[in-house]
């Protein structure tokens, strides 16, 4: 009877582990089956991120390739021709617009004041080429000749920096156009200017709404007053001394852009940029120019006025000369220069 009752055990004992190892079995059937389920899960959520973060770059990409694109558009149908010998420089023309000269439609307006800038993108040093706004010109496309200032009346900044580039043989790579509005509020917002006027200067124009009184001497001027400066032709020289003071201004106002008195008044001069003045400069040309902006010299800048003579036939018409023109640029550039004559 012992026996028995111990082979009854026995047999219980067995029959419980195997119960106790099939339900093992199915513990760990079940664990592999949701493991493999969870993974299978987050598989097909990575498979779909990855997929989207695909359609989304996709999309960044075209976004971004249209943009790019319609900005190459835009930058060949004002630009005109390039020479990659002057990718060390950076230069821009700047436009003067007459007074009242409404930037999105030319009509009627003229670019008083026409000079380049141009940037050494390694040293930070400035050159400035003043142009008289009288000089005769031939521009491309055109039938006949005209004066500068009156060269953004018939094609707007594209044609400017068409004959820009033309006359001086340089690439022109930004545009800037304002008008005097614009100018004065510029002017007004860097504090002012401190420039030495060489004369007295009285002069009323009603039907030009221009009334210009500045004393001889020092003077610390404000943008109105600054506008005057620069729009005054004496009996003496006309249009010769209007281009010299332009040069002094330039050169003034270069010095004042380098004070740290700017740093605080970048934002209000940003947006009169924004909101003012035409540029030809895009989200695209941002980092360049940063980087130009940032090194600049504080060395004065290099000025010259356009080589060229009164006509003959009209003293107040500015005849280009070409070959003087010539030598400015290969003084004003020698590092193009010289890569041009290696190249050939």
Avoid at 256 to 274: D, G, N, S
Wanted: aromatic share 8%; proline share 4%; net charge neutral.
């Amino acid at each position: 009877m012992a026996g028995k009752r111990e082979d009854n055990v026995t047999r219980r004992h067995i029959e419980e582990k195997k119960r106790a190892l099939a339900r093992m079995r199915r513990r760990r059937f079940l664990r592999r089956m949701l493991a493999l389920t969870i993974c299978t899960v987050l598989l097909l959520l990575a498979a779909g991120g990855v997929y989207a973060l695909i359609r989304g770059a996709e999309y960044v990409t075209q976004e971004y390739h249209e943009m790019y694109t319609g900005y190459t558009e835009r930058r060949a149908s004002w630009q005109g021709d390039t020479n990659p010998q002057f990718d060390g420089y950076t230069n821009i023309l700047v436009m003067g617009l007459d007074d009242g000269a409404d930037r999105t439609n030319t009509e009627g307006s003229k670019a008083d004041t026409v000079l380049v800038l141009s940037l050494d993108n390694q040293s930070g040093k400035v050159r400035f080429i003043t142009i008289p706004g009288d000089t005769w010109v031939n521009p491309p496309g055109t039938a006949k000749f005209m004066r500068m200032s009156s060269v953004y009346t018939a094609g707007g900044a594209p044609l400017m920096v068409r004959e820009v580039n033309q006359l001086l043989g340089i690439p022109i790579h930004q545009y800037v156009a304002l008008d005097l509005k614009a100018f004065a509020e510029l002017i007004d917002a860097l504090g002012g200017i401190d420039i030495y006027v060489e004369s007295d200067m009285d002069y009323e124009d009603p039907e030009a709404n221009l009334n210009i009184h500045l004393k001889k001497g020092y003077q610390h001027l404000d943008g109105s007053q600054a506008q005057q400066y620069l729009r005054y032709r004496s009996p003496e020289l006309g249009d010769v001394g209007r281009e010299q003071r332009q040069q002094r201004f330039v050169k003034a106002l270069y010095q004042q852009v380098l004070r740290l008195e700017t740093i605080p008044r970048l934002p209000v001069i940003a947006e009169i940029f924004r909101k003012h003045v035409k540029t030809s400069a895009e989200i695209f040309d941002s980092a360049h120019l940063a980087n130009v902006l940032r090194h600049l010299s504080s060395d004065p800048p290099e000025g010259v006025i356009l080589q060229g003579a009164p006509s003959l036939g009209d003293d107040t018409i500015w005849m280009p000369d070409n070959n003087g023109i010539r030598q400015q640029m290969k003084k004003l550039f020698p590092e193009a220069e010289g890569s041009s004559s290696d190249a050939s």
